[in-house]
């Protein structure tokens, strides 16, 4: 499968960041995948980005220092409908708390809920 996204990994955590960033270039194909290491980077950007030549995938993980994945998707509400509808966004943790959880899933910019360690197959069903 090649991937006709662009994909903004925004997570803090190398591993994470190698591991994922692997995946979506074997298994998909991905030839841009820009990494961030907080939300506040991630929405700087978005924001300095003018041209989208492909829809946007955000790779969202949830906690984060200065401003993590919920913060995040606060600020995400106030872009132009256009970009919001053409940009997905799925919410990476490890979490086990259900609050959390269901917090995310209630989110209308939240495409879907992943579990880390990222589950690319589950994502490529997902995104297919």
Not at 63 to 77: I, N, R, S, T
Not at 82 to 89: A, G, H, V
Not at 109 to 125: A, N
Request: aromatic residues 10%; glycine residues 4%.
């Amino acid at each position: 499968m090649k991937a006709n996204y662009t994909f903004l990994l925004i997570d803090d955590n190398e591993i994470d960041q190698i591991v994922t960033s692997q995946l979506l270039k074997k298994v998909l194909g991905a030839n841009e995948i820009n990494i961030m290491n907080n939300g506040i980077e991630g929405l700087r950007w978005i924001l300095h980005r003018t041209d989208f030549e492909q829809p946007l995938i955000v790779l969202l993980d949830m906690k984060m220092p200065e401003m993590g994945g919920f913060e995040f998707l606060a600020q995400f509400e106030s872009f132009p409908e256009n970009f919001k509808k053409d940009t997905q966004i799925f919410m990476l943790s490890s979490t086990l708390d259900t609050d959390e959880i269901q917090q995310v899933e209630n989110n209308r910019y939240v495409t879907s809920f992943l579990p880390k360690p990222f589950p690319i197959h589950d994502f490529i069903e997902i995104i297919s």
